[in-house]
């Protein structure tokens, strides 16, 4: 499970921003808390609310583009394999000379990790991964510069790799003969990353989602998993056909539906079926596997196409014991203040995206106000503008006396 995810120097967030999911000693909700033994209480889900602009997709992109990195280092593009990824606040020009970094706290098979990336804009510079177990600290790999040409990475077993600088060390180690490391490295891998609206990545996750789907006997189950997930949220249909071919796009997606009169079915394209209902079918997959293999689900904008009703459910199966039986977690980027109550989320659970004066975008906690308590209303008092991270609106008339 996902402990604690840090970033700085990344697209709208100048300072180090941390989001974590460790939860308070807040004792209360307890359906949205994992606790494992001797390990800390983790919380499966988290909500970040924030204006337009304010910094929540910027987040959420850079996990999917260091996540990308990691699936798959483009080793022929040289230097320019960053270019994706190093993307340094741009409001200070001083910045396009420091680093950016990610940092990412975790468990993984009964102990807790800690993995650090810095990079610039043709070369990683840092990287390390430590294991914490029975109260040791051990450093499972580390990166080390050898020249400009050549990084070393050192395992804890005396072995070393000899990589360019632009290669992701935990990328490399995907493929390991250690099967610890190469476990590990799988495991961030598998983080699930979606958007609600972005077209570019619907494509992709259509990819995801073909991968997962499989062949045959495991192809028909998961098929019937997403047409139940569709009925059961109110997206009536009666099956739904997906393109035999393994490269086949999107588009090539059929719904079945029945007639008026029951006379028989009727095919429609998916192009013919709304924005809603193509989403929540790749989301619905989505969450699906997340659910049946304990990953961490990120989805941004969830609610750009989704009935309120709609993301309430899904957040409930992530605290619902009998189903998230392998503790997978699901972290939302939202406006939706209908989600934002007090009778369903801990205070730890829901967090602010909003920018300073400089442009710069800021993270925080609910829980770090020391007035809210069970009994406040979230929503209300996240309208009133007490939390901050809502939009200053002003002046909209005057673009009527033009």
């Known amino acids: 499970m996902i402990h604690e995810i840090k970033i700085t120097n990344i697209g709208s967030f100048k300072e180090e921003a941390t989001f974590s999911l460790i939860a308070t000693s807040y004792g209360r909700k307890m359906d949205n808390v994992v606790v494992r033994e001797h390990l800390s209480p983790i919380l499966n889900s988290g909500i970040i609310y924030g204006a337009n602009s304010s910094g929540k997709t910027q987040f959420i992109r850079a996990l999917y583009d260091f996540r990308n990195q990691l699936r798959g280092n483009r080793v022929w593009e040289g230097p320019k394999n960053l270019q994706a990824l190093y993307n340094p606040f741009k409001l200070d020009k001083d910045c396009a000379k420091v680093d950016s970094s990610i940092e990412i706290r975790f468990d993984y098979n009964g102990r807790d990790y800690y993995y650090k990336v810095k990079f610039g804009s043709a070369a990683y510079s840092e990287e390390y991964l430590e294991r914490s177990y029975n109260n040791q600290n051990d450093v ?6 050898k020249t400009s040409q050549n990084h070393i990475i050192n395992i804890n077993d005396g072995q070393t790799y000899s990589i360019p600088p632009y290669v992701l060390g935990l990328g490399f180690l995907l493929t ?8 590990v490295a799988q495991y961030i891998a598998n983080l699930q990353i979606c958007n609600g609206y972005n077209w570019y990545m619907r494509d992709r996750l259509w990819r995801e989602v073909q991968s997962w789907l499989g062949n ?3 192809k028909k ?6 047409s139940q997930f569709l009925n059961a949220i109110d997206v009536k ?4 056909e997906f393109p035999v071919s393994g490269d086949a796009d999107f588009d090539k997606i059929m719904f079945y539906h029945n007639y008026i009169n029951n ?3 009727v095919k429609f394209n998916i192009g013919d079926e709304s924005n809603g209902s193509k989403w929540l079918l790749l989301l619905g997959a989505k969450t699906i596997e997340a659910l049946e293999n304990g990953y961490t689900l990120f989805i941004d904008e969830l609610d750009a196409c989704f009935h309120p009703q709609v993301t309430q459910a899904l957040l409930k199966l992530f605290s619902n014991k009998t189903i998230n039986v392998h503790n997978a977690q699901l972290i939302i980027t939202t406006h939706n203040v209908n989600l934002m109550d007090e009778k369903e989320l801990r205070r730890d659970q829901v967090w602010f995206i909003q920018k300073n004066k400089f442009g710069c975008s800021e993270l925080f906690s609910l829980a770090d106000f020391t007035d809210v308590d069970e009994n406040t209303p979230f929503s209300d008092w996240y309208m009133a503008n007490r939390f901050g991270a809502t939009p200053y609106i002003s002046g909209l008339e005057k673009v009527f006396n033009l």
């Open 140 to 145: 499972l790999f580390k990166r080390e510069k």
């Open 176 to 183: 390991a003969e250690t099967s610890e490391l190469s476990n």
């Open 216 to 218: 045959d006997d495991e």
């Open 221 to 226: 189950r998961r098929k019937d998993q997403i």
């Open 237 to 240: 249909q009666e099956g739904v």
């Open 263 to 265: 006379s028989g079915l």
